[in-house]
């Protein structure tokens, strides 16, 4: 005599108990758990070149000129603006986050975003010798004239990273800060029109406004002042300053080192490659947006700092200054 054999499909308890959670978490959403099971069902696995959209994402270098070279400028710029939307993507949680709590965030929570950036400004600033060292000196003095009037002087996250990081009267003319010390909601269209780095893209015969910062002031100006609202009671700086039984060691020496990361480092790095293409007895060529770069990149000319409570007046007074003496000219400070 024949028996019937049991062919039904056992499940693991556990997996049944996430059905159950799906069950509740779609019911919950008026949704059909049954109709994304069938989702689930009938959609191809992922594939790595998909998951990052690489095709696309290889397709978007396009050169101006045939010189070989040009490719790696554009593609180490491109590696850039990732890095500072990775940039953004921890300062929109801190902003989320403190707004969601009156505007406050514990010590953990910042020292974390701050760790996270100062780990991309890292990257960047280790990686910049793909500029500096990685490129046809001879090439580049070509391939850039086709470039104009467009420069990394428009590059509208790196001035939205600064909003995020400080308050500001920080980031204003360095002649200005002492004055807006105090300054309020009210004034922020004010000090957006005093922001440092509008000086740095001025002709250098004239002072009159170059195309490069009409054109950026066209496309971003509305969107800056927008996000300096947003960021007016939850940046960095304000953030710290609110926690309360005040920010760490561990917090200050991680902010003393973005400090260090976006405001020397990084401008410096800058600076070393324009001293390298652009630096020539005993004519200074302009860069390609035709930026005042040698006054606009070295920190000593400006001296931008995001936390300057945390600095002594001394390492205000040298600010970026041995970076210099030893990156650019060989020297010891």
């Known amino acids: 005599m024949s028996t019937e054999q049991n062919t039904s499909p056992s499940f693991d308890p556990a997996i049944l108990q996430k059905l159950e959670l799906l069950q509740e978490k779609y019911a919950a959403m008026g949704q059909d758990l049954s109709s994304y099971l069938d989702g689930l069902l009938y959609a191809d696995y992922r594939t790595y070149w998909d998951l990052i959209h690489l095709d696309t994402l290889l397709s978007l270098q396009r050169p101006q000129t045939s010189f070989h ?9 491109q590696i850039t603006e990732l890095y500072f939307k990775l940039t953004l993507h921890e300062f929109e949680l801190m902003s989320e986050t403190a707004k969601a709590n009156s505007g406050l965030v514990d010590n953990d929570f910042l020292l974390e975003r701050v760790r996270r950036v100062n780990r991309y400004f890292e990257a960047l600033t280790t990686s910049f010798d793909i ?28 001035r939205k990273i600064e909003l995020c990081a400080t308050s500001l009267d920080r980031i204003v003319h360095h002649n200005l800060r002492d004055q807006y010390t105090e300054h ?7 000090l957006m029109s005093h922001l440092y780095w509008r000086e740095g893209a001025v002709e250098l015969q004239s002072g009159k406004k170059t195309l490069t ?7 971003y100006d509305e969107e800056l002042e927008r996000l300096a609202r947003h960021m007016f009671t939850c940046n960095i700086r304000k953030l710290a300053a609110t926690l309360p039984d005040g920010p760490s060691e561990e917090l200050v020496r991680a902010m003393r080192w973005l400090d260090t990361n976006v405001n020397v480092n990084w401008p410096l790095a800058h600076y070393k490659s324009a001293v ?28 931008r700092v995001f936390f300057p409570e945390h600095w002594s007046e001394a390492e205000l007074n040298e600010w970026g200054k ?12």
């Open 184 to 190: 309020t909601a009210h004034d922020i269209p004010e």
């Open 69 to 77: 070279d040009e490719v790696v400028f554009i593609v180490y710029h």
């Open 213 to 219: 910062l009409k054109q950026f002031e066209g496309k």
């Open 131 to 158: 500029m500096v060292d990685g490129m046809d000196p001879k090439e580049f003095m070509k391939f850039r004239m086709s470039l104009l009037p467009a420069s990394g002087f428009q590059s509208a996250q790196y």
């Open 322 to 333: 041995g970076w210099v003496l030893k990156e650019v000219f060989g020297q010891d400070s």
């Open 276 to 303: 390298r293409y652009l630096h020539k007895d005993p004519v200074d060529l302009a860069a390609t947006g035709g930026t005042n770069w040698q006054k606009y990149l070295p920190p000593r000319f400006q001296k």
